[in-house]
């Protein structure tokens, strides 16, 4: 993906050598206590140690036996580790539970891992990509050990107990820990990072209806603390209760405005689908201004390098700050393409809107409907400019109709980076 990252996950290899286990940094605010006890790396961790040759050669000959069993291994896993921690249900997505993609994720992102035993870097900025998710939900050590145990109950359930055990049980209990300590040392990174871990409450300041499906909130923590600057494309997770489901869920959201340090602004499109979209509609039909949210520290790694000099993209707000209907983007609805020069006051930008009601050409947008790189000319692109990279954003369709035009006009693979709203059909074997 080719995004930019300050985690340094080359550092964090080899796993061995992570051993942290106090974190160094006293600007934190923990604001749960039982979270600030487990982002220390607790030393009860299983560290069964690097695999052995044979070990490697038995998890990568077995892959494609237990991917082929996938969907069954991850209905199994999820239902056994819910129903042993129902508190999990607070921390997973329950629609994505129900629809039974991203029950998949997990268990493809460890075949994943072990198809690369040998050499993971060509995966390792989809492992980054998912510690900055886990990262924004809170995910802690300790809850490893919960998902191992489970995922590996799972294999051994239905790949049969006779065949999953002994040598092959061995192996992949050594892959497990040794991708979960990879995440470990990668998340307490992240951690360390941020000023406060858990969740933390903010006040609605002002919420603003941007059109009749996308709306604006404004959160200031409630503590009135200063917030940390973040880069733009960076995104925080929220946390609300559901009463229709009984326990909390969280979502991620972009923030959607230009970094500062007095509020955080969110842009959310509501789901009308004909299921509902869970968050979207609770937030819009019950967060008002003077409500409370948990907010996460913001986190991703996808964010826009000072030196990138042109963004084509759906949804994400530039450091200028110049597009405040970035967000109207995260259905096709409405799309954008930015034009950034490295001083703010050269910003040209070429919208694409759908929904133009009230909008004004030439202001608001410059052409109605999808994008369509092929109205803009190579100039208004600047592909033939190696220095101008493209940061494409928004539904996984979308990255790959763009990603497919700019590449057909010579746009080197390595300018173009993504960032999904959705988990990757395959987030981690890079295909
Ligand atoms: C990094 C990142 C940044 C993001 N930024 C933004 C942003 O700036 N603005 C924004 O609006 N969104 C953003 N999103 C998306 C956002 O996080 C949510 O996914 C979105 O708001 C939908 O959440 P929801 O709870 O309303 O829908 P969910 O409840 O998660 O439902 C999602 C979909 O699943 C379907 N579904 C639910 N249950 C079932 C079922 N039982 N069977 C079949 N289908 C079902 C629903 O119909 C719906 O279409 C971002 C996501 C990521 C990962
Ligand atoms: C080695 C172990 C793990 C692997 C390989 C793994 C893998 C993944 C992957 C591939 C995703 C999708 C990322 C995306 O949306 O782009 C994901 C998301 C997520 N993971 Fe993990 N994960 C692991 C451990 C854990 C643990 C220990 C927890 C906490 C109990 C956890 C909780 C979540 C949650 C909550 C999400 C967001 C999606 C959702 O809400 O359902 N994961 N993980």
Redesign the pocket.
Known sequence: MGSHSSSGIQDTLPLAAHTSTTCTCKSHIFIDSEMATNVKMPLDLPNPGPLTEAQKALVKSTVPILEKQGPEITRRFYKA?LSA?PD?KN????S??QQGG??E??????YG?AAHIDDPTPILP?VE??TH??AS?N???S??????HH?LSAITEVVGPSVFQGALYDAWYAA?WE??R??IGLEEKLYEGAEWVGWREFVVRERKEETEDVCSFYLVPKDGGVLPGYKPGQYISVQRYIPELGFNQ?RQYSLSDAPNTNHFRISVRRDHSPIPGTLSNNLHSTLHTGDTIQVAFPFGEFFLSSSSSTCPSSTTSTSSGVHSLASHALNNETTSLLTLHPSPSQVKRAIFYSDIQGAVQGQDYDFAGRMDLSKLGDEVLRVGDESAEYYVCGPERFMDDIGKSLRGRGVDVTRIHSE?F???AN??SGN
């Open positions: 580790m921690n999990l921390t997973f997505n329950n994505k539970q991203q029950a994720a997990l268990a493809r992102a460890v891992y989809y990509r998912i998710k886990h939900l995910i802690h050590p809850q490893y050990k919960i998902v191992g995922l497990y991708l979960a990879l995440f969280s999904m959705s988990a990757a987030p981690i």
